[in-house]
Structures are given as structure tokens and as C-alpha cells.
């Protein structure tokens, strides 16, 4: 520190002179230091504020577009996808079919249209009547409780909405024109559990191919939510609610121990 003598005082005046100043100055420091004593004890005792964790994300399972329709995947591999009502028949038919791609259909109103995604490759007969099959069982033709009944296969150039002249076309409604051959098939399905923990329901010959715990779907007394319990039971996945959307519209019945053919 650099001392500056006034001249016109003696050395004595001068000594009493920063005596004082640094007795101010020495009392300042102490309050400064007690200043901050006191800031330091008042944070100690403050709350910690903790960390916010950001909320754990769960991994989003984003569904395949098929899988709010009915559909199931044929013994030959092909993505068969049918309407649940006439609503989903529109989309299935106008947004969904491509011109390689092949349609089902029965002549019973109520019917879904079942759309054979073929990739460009011709399926086999057993994929047709796959398809068929699941057709005619999502059908009204499960509550009369016939054992089989009939469905056509066409191409999506003879499913149209122009109707004939004085006639009326409703929702999730074509025409179907042309050449068509129409073939009896069985009203039964079944369900079981593929590889990646998804439930598929369709025809036995197409779910024994791709799934395991399988069981038979079959016309019968039990209403469908009570089927449901017994196949999550037999499966041993899927909520009972998942497994209703799998189910046709009326009364059944369940049977387990049906073999896989992979």
C-alpha cells in the first residue's frame, strides 16, 4: 500500500491519521466477512432444489395400417386384409387394392370385401380359398349357422360403384361385373400367436402355418367375450378386448391343441 504524507502535518498526525483510517477499514472487512457468513449460512438452508428427471419415454409399438381391419396372413405368406364394416369395405376396396391385387366378396349383404395383397406375384389356389374362407366367415353367414357357404374371387377392374341405371349403390357397397366363379367353403377360423407376440386370427390352414397355441374358432353357444378370456388363458397374451376385434360377430365356440404345420 502506498502511504501519502501531508506536509503540513507532523509525523505524529500523520501515524494518527492512518491508524484511524485503517481501523475503518478493518472494521469494514469484518462486516463484509460477516455479511457473507451470514448469506452463506441463510443458503445452507435453503432446500435443494432436485433435479427434474424427464419422464421416461415408452417405446411407441406403431401398428401396421392392416391391423384396424381384419386380416390375417395366407399359408403362402400373402397379406389378406378384409372390411369390418361398410366403412373400412370403402377403404379396403379404394385405397387399399392395387389392379394386381385380387378381391373376395360374397352375394349376402353384410358382406366385407377381403383384398389379397398379391405384390404382383399370383397366389396359389390354397391363398384364394384362404381368403375365401375368412370372407365368408366374418360374413352374417356365422350367425345362421350354416357350416359353409359361398364366395367369389374377382379383379379389382370388375368391383366398380357405377351402378346400373335406376339403382342405388350404399356405403361399402360395388358392383361386381363379369366373369366370376363362386366356391363353397367352411365357415370356421381360427387364432394363435406369431413370433413377435401378435394375435392372428383366420383360417386354421394360414394360422397353423405362421402361429403357435393355436385354437379352432367354431360356431357355438359361448358369446364372444367369454371366448376371449379362454383363448388370452390358452394363448397366454393379448387383452380380452384385443381378441373380440379378432372374433366374427356371434356366438362360438374355442378348442385348443390344434398342431402347427411350419
Known amino acids: 500500500m502506498r502511504l501519502v504524507l501531508d506536509i503540513r502535518k507532523t509525523l505524529e498526525q500523520n501515524a494518527a491519521f492512518y491508524f484511524e483510517k485503517a481501523k475503518k477499514f478493518k ?60 366403412g373400412s369395405n370403402e377403404l379396403i376396396v379404394k385405397k387399399h387394392t392395387d389392379a394386381h391385387d385380387l378381391l373376395c366378396h360374397t352375394e349376402a349383404p353384410g358382406s366385407p370385401f377381403f383384398v389379397i395383397k398379391t405384390e404382383g406375384v399370383k397366389p396359389n389356389q390354397l391363398t384364394i380359398d384362404e381368403a375365401l374362407q375368412a370372407t365368408v366367415s366374418y360374413s352374417r353367414a356365422w350367425k345362421t349357422g350354416v357350416a359353409a357357404a359361398d364366395a367369389f374371387c374377382v379383379t379389382p377392374e370388375q368391383v366398380s360403384k357405377e351402378a346400373n341405371t335406376g339403382e342405388h349403390i350404399a356405403k361399402g357397397s360395388f358392383m361386381v361385373r363379369g366373369k366370376r366363379e363362386t366356391k363353397q367353403v367352411p365357415v370356421k377360423l381360427a387364432i394363435g400367436m406369431l413370433p413377435d407376440k401378435r394375435l392372428m386370427a383366420g383360417p386354421e390352414s394360414a394360422v397353423s402355418k405362421h402361429c403357435t397355441n393355436i385354437m379352432q374358432i367354431v360356431q357355438g353357444d359361448l358369446k364372444p367375450s367369454d371366448a376371449a378370456k379362454k383363448i388370452q388363458k390358452y394363448i397366454g397374451t393379448g387383452e380380452p378386448d384385443e381378441i373380440i376385434r379378432l372374433l366374427p360377430a356371434g356366438e362360438l365356440r374355442v378348442i385348443g391343441n390344434v398342431p402347427t404345420h411350419h
Not at 401396421?64 to 386380416?71: N, T
Open 27 to 86: 472494521a469494514k472487512a469484518k462486516g463484509a466477512r460477516e455479511t457473507a457468513e451470514k448469506f452463506r449460512s441463510k443458503l445452507a438452508k435453503q432446500p435443494v432444489e432436485k433435479e427434474h428427471k424427464k419422464p421416461e419415454l415408452k417405446e411407441q409399438t406403431s401398428k401396421h395400417w392392416y391391423e384396424k381391419f381384419r386380416w390375417f396372413l395366407s399359408s403362402e405368406g400373402m397379406l389378406c386384409v378384409g372390411g369390418r364394416d361398410a
